[in-house]
């Protein structure tokens, strides 16, 4: 055997043993289009949270399965062009530019650290050639053309020039045990830790692509790979060699298995365990680099084609043929496959090999000639257009019989009642037409957008004002018991449970038992788009929906009056070749779909991956001004203004929708991916976040973020509580202030009136009682006639002692008690001799010892001695009057008595009115107020025997302590 016949039958078998993906796998392209900033792509990698990132030429994405963020310059890269990605063991991602410094994402602030801002980083140089890689044991290596090595570990760079000295360019680096490395070169292995190669191991051959996991070595050669296992210490063994008919430009990790890409341009994976070609999984752009996600989806970077990836082919379309990739309005599933489209066209496709193409209407291409149903009437086929319906014979699709122009009933919709039956509706009536007979048996005059029937094959009649039910020669319009009825209604399905789906042209589908509403399902959340194109029900319990955004499988269940529901979504990114379903059959447990861009086709019991969505806050902006992404804030009351932005990642292909709960209170559908909270009033918000699942369930895992919006100074209890306490000082200092100036007011009204009294009291003593003076000098004068010198010079002199003293208190206000008591003695002595010892008298103050240092007013007590005298002494007749003066302390109190036997106010008073007084004198009057002046209680007795008899007036004076001079 020849070694070019060897080389053909190697071939052959190879070839053979690569399975054709064309039927089990799909490709959905993401180019700019899409959101990418470069068709360009060099590498995608998977980070800790299952978002994807996409280095390119012009940019660096991340993407979740439902949009692309896009990091640049202005982001901190380092530059635009981002040729490779690394995760390494802390989730972090690394970015790397040709000859730039490297950089790494901050996840909080939602940019790149370079080193303009790490200063580590800018200890790290990049050559023409550099290689970088994520450690086992922690921390990122890098090294350049220049064997320059660095790591970068725990926010620290360690640096090591020129670690070893070969030739070749690095191929690879890798730490095979902690502070252990091996540098891959292009012919050789060099060992190094500290800084120092310790040694070295030579291949015997150049290559130039390496892979190194789960302790192996791959190293590509031009036509095969070389495969060598690495021990703990580091040492290789040569395993073994795989061959194949075809240069190999790439070899790179694919999951747990390898991918090479030819220099053909084919892209094969590769059995990591054996190196045999496992299948052809892409072959018409050129490749730069696979990746495997988590689904087992294939992401391929392409050189000039965008992303590519490369899935489980879940739902099947008809490609074959260019005519079966146009917009279909109906369908219908027989032995064939018979789709019409809204120029008039019907195509019957046998599935494999014939196809069929019929026009129904003239002219050729017209705008109106829509297909609006395909009936299946048993021995003919019904199609319903906007400009004709006919029946078609079910072996030949010839017409057998035409409903053109007035004959045309159904330009809006047709309904097969039974297998002799049509429904027809038009623009404004509802006919009945048998078949066999070809007769109109019975119209109705309504314009008709859908028509059903339920379980008892009443007529259900939909129209652009709602809902109608014919009920014998009547119709029931729905809409005058439900507003929900009065909306434009599209599509009418029974299911066998006897529930009427009714598919309006608004926001959601209503569902109806007993002719009641007992459900509403709202479109644009759990059932993407907005618009309900078609339903459709084989089995109770089970309803398909076709929408402007996709295919939905709804489950539900009733019990009573109570009605749930989970949803299965199917999109173009599971192979729907359409985004939107205008019609849906089911056959032999394959569901058909007549879709805007053809007719796909799969399982009716098709599941679709379900997995539990995380979701990440991954944008906070507060006034307009974007701010690091934290787990809570703490803000003053002026920044109330909250952006937050959200994703989920889903990478399967499915978009998911979001709902978000403030303050534990109900979960409320998010428009989009973005919350926005304006002018927030003070208070604390958790703001917690989830994504809707596939199946229109919430995912377990929730995204929280918490608000502070701190109170106004001016809105806080301290600042209310110190204004309430501030007006009330100012109240009570306003009151105290005003009870002040009274005060003083009063004090110096007192002060005045005390100072007039004192005036008073000072004139009064100034001119003592002028009779008694008089009566005193006459006295005087008596005795010199009586030539009693002795007894005159005696009272003379105590006359001039009384005057003196008179004159001396009359300028002071306050006097000690020893003073007041020699006053008194000299006072009644004179007063004994003018009225010819006509009364006693006694002054007892001996409980005193001090009594210097008492004090009462100045000539308090006189006054109240001469009245005694003046009004009771006097007038007494048949004894002698008798004059009793005390003073004693008692609690803390001066207390001074002045009594007499005289005849008693009463009578003096009497007197008093009866009799001319030759003096009338306001001593007492002048002393009561100086005693209120001074705060001295005053107290006037009257005394009387048994009979009532006057026995005389005691008066008492209690006299505070605090009076000094």
């Given at each position: 055997m020849n070694?070019?016949?060897?080389?053909?039958?190697?071939?052959?078998?190879?070839?053979?043993?690569?399975?054709?993906?064309?039927?089990?796998r799909q490709v959905i392209r993401y180019t700019t289009r899409e959101g990418l900033p470069s068709n360009s792509i060099y590498r995608t990698i998977i980070d800790k949270k299952g978002f994807l990132w996409v280095a390119g030429e012009s940019g660096l994405s991340r993407y979740d399965g439902r949009s692309f963020r896009?990091?640049?310059?202005?982001?901190?890269?380092?530059?635009?062009?981002?040729?490779?990605?690394?995760?390494?063991t802390s989730g972090t991602v690394w970015a790397l530019s040709f000859r730039k410094k490297p950089a790494y994402y901050n996840e909080k602030k939602d940019r790149f650290e370079n080193s303009d801002t790490d200063r580590e980083l800018d200890k790290i140089e990049m050559g023409n050639t550099s290689i970088s890689a994520p450690l086992r044991w922690g921390g990122v290596i890098f090294c350049n053309n220049d064997k320059d090595v660095y790591i970068s570990k725990n926010g620290k760079v360690t640096a090591w020039p020129k670690v070893y000295?070969?030739?070749s360019?690095?191929?690879?680096?890798l730490d095979y045990q902690p502070d252990k490395y091996m540098v891959v070169c292009g012919d050789s292995i060099r060992y190094f830790e500290k800084g120092r190669v310790t040694r070295s191991a030579y291949f015997g051959y150049n290559f130039n692509w390496s892979e190194y996991f789960n302790n192996t070595l791959y190293i590509l050669q031009p036509t095969g790979i070389v495969k060598f296992s690495v021990d703990k210490d580091g040492n290789i063994q040569y395993r073994q060699q795989q061959q194949y008919p075809f240069t190999l430009k790439v070899m790179c990790r694919a999951g747990k298995d390898l991918a090479v890409t030819s220099f053909s341009g084919n892209t094969y994976t590769v059995d990591a365990t054996t190196l045999q070609l496992k299948e052809n999984i892409f072959s018409q752009f050129i490749v730069r680099n696979v990746m495997e996600d988590h689904n087992g989806n294939y992401w391929l970077s392409t050189k000039d084609e965008g992303l590519i990836k490369i899935q489980q082919r879940r739902i099947s379309s008809f490609t074959e043929n260019k005519d079966l990739i146009k917009n279909f309005n109906a369908i219908l599933k027989t032995d064939k496959i018979i789709a019409g489209n809204n120029r008039g066209e019907l195509y019957v496709y046998d599935g494999l090999y014939s196809i069929k193409k019929i026009l129904l209407n003239t002219p050729e291409n017209s705008s109106d000639t829509w297909v609006r149903n395909i009936l299946d009437m048993g021995s003919s086929i019904y199609v319903a257009t906007q400009t004709g319906s006919f029946l078609?014979?079910?072996?030949?699709?010839?017409?057998?019989?035409p409903f053109a122009g007035l004959k045309n009933k159904s330009t809006k919709a047709a309904y097969k009642l039974n297998d002799s039956i049509l429904l027809m509706g038009g623009h404004a009536q509802l006919f009945y037409y048998n078949i066999r007979t070809k007769s109109y048996t019975d119209s109705i005059l309504k314009r008709i957008t859908a028509i059903g029937t339920d379980d008892q094959q009443r007529v259900y009649i939909g129209s652009i004002d709602g809902l109608y039910r014919k009920d014998k020669d009547s119709l029931y319009y729905f809409g005058k018991d439900y507003k929900a009825l009065t909306f434009r209604v599209v599509s009418i399905v029974n299911t066998k449970d006897s529930l009427l789906w009714i598919g309006r042209s608004s926001d959601s589908i209503l569902v109806l038992k007993n002719g009641k509403p007992l459900a509403a399902i709202p479109l644009g959340t759990i059932i993407p788009g907005k618009v309900c194109k078609v339903m459709y029900s084989h089995q109770p319990g089970e309803v398909w929906v076709g929408t402007d955004k996709g295919l939905n499988r709804l489950y539900y269940t009733t019990n009573g009056t109570a009605f749930t529901y989970t949803n299965m979504y199917f999109s173009s990114a599971d192979g729907l070749i359409g985004d939107q379903v205008n019609d849906v059959v089911i056959k032999n447990d394959t569901l058909f779909a007549a879709t805007t861009g053809g007719i796909s086709y799969m399982p009716a019991t098709l599941q679709l991956p379900l997995a539990?969505?995380?979701?990440?806050?991954?944008?906070v902006s507060v006034n307009n001004t974007d701010t690091a992404v934290l787990a809570s804030y703490s803000l003053p009351f002026s920044q109330n203004n909250l952006l937050i932005e959200f994703s989920a990642v889903d990478l399967t292909g499915f978009n998911p929708v979001f709902?978000?709960?403030?303050?534990?209170?109900?979960?409320?559908?998010?428009?989009?991916?973005?919350l926005s909270l304006q002018n927030q009033p003070p208070d604390h918000y958790t703001i917690r976040i989830r994504s809707i699942k596939r199946d229109g369930t919430p995912s377990s895992q929730v995204a929280e973020i918490s608000f502070h919006i701190k109170t106004p100074f001016w809105q806080s209890g301290w600042f209310r509580g110190a204004i309430v306490l501030l007006l009330f000082g100012g109240i009570l200092f306003i009151v105290q202030r005003r009870n002040r100036i009274r005060q003083q007011q009063a004090i110096e009204k007192i002060t005045t009136e005390k100072k007039l009294a004192e005036l008073e009291m000072q004139a009064l003593k100034a001119q003592i009682n002028p009779h008694f003076v008089f009566n005193c000098l006459n006295s005087i004068k008596g005795f010199i006639y009586d030539k009693d010198y002795a007894q005159a010079d005696r009272y003379l002199d105590r006359f001039s002692e009384l005057m003196r003293s008179t004159i001396d208190?009359?300028?002071?206000?306050?006097?000690?008690?020893?003073e007041e008591v020699k006053y008194l003695d000299n006072y009644l002595q004179l007063e004994k001799l003018r009225f010819s010892d006509k009364f006693d008298y006694t002054i007892d103050a001996t409980t005193i010892s001090n009594h210097k240092n008492i004090f009462v007013p100045a000539m308090l007590l006189q006054p109240y001695v001469e009245n005694a005298i003046r009004h009771g002494i006097r007038f007494l007749e048949g004894r002698k009057g008798i004059i009793r003066i005390t003073a004693a302390m008692e609690a803390d109190k001066l207390v001074c008595t002045i009594s007499d036997n005289g005849i008693g106010r009463k009578k003096a008073a009497e007197l008093k009115s009866s009799r001319h007084i030759e003096y009338q004198g306001r001593g007492m009057s002048i002393s009561r107020r100086r005693a209120e002046l001074y705060h001295i209680e005053q107290e006037i007795i009257d005394k009387t025997d048994a009979e009532g008899n006057s026995l005389g007036t005691t008066i008492i004076l209690r006299i505070p302590p605090e009076l000094k001079p």
């Open positions: 070694r070019s016949f060897r080389t053909i039958l190697l071939l052959v078998c190879v070839v053979m043993s690569i399975r054709t993906p064309a039927q089990t896009n990091y640049y310059t202005t982001d901190g890269l380092p530059d635009n062009e981002v040729t490779e990605l690394i995760l390494d000295s070969v030739k360019k690095p191929e690879l680096i078609l014979n079910k072996k030949t699709y010839a017409v057998e019989e539990d969505i995380s979701t990440f806050i991954t944008r709902e978000y709960s403030i303050n534990n209170r109900e979960w409320i559908r998010a428009q989009n991916n973005t208190n009359s300028d002071a206000a306050v006097i000690s008690l020893e």
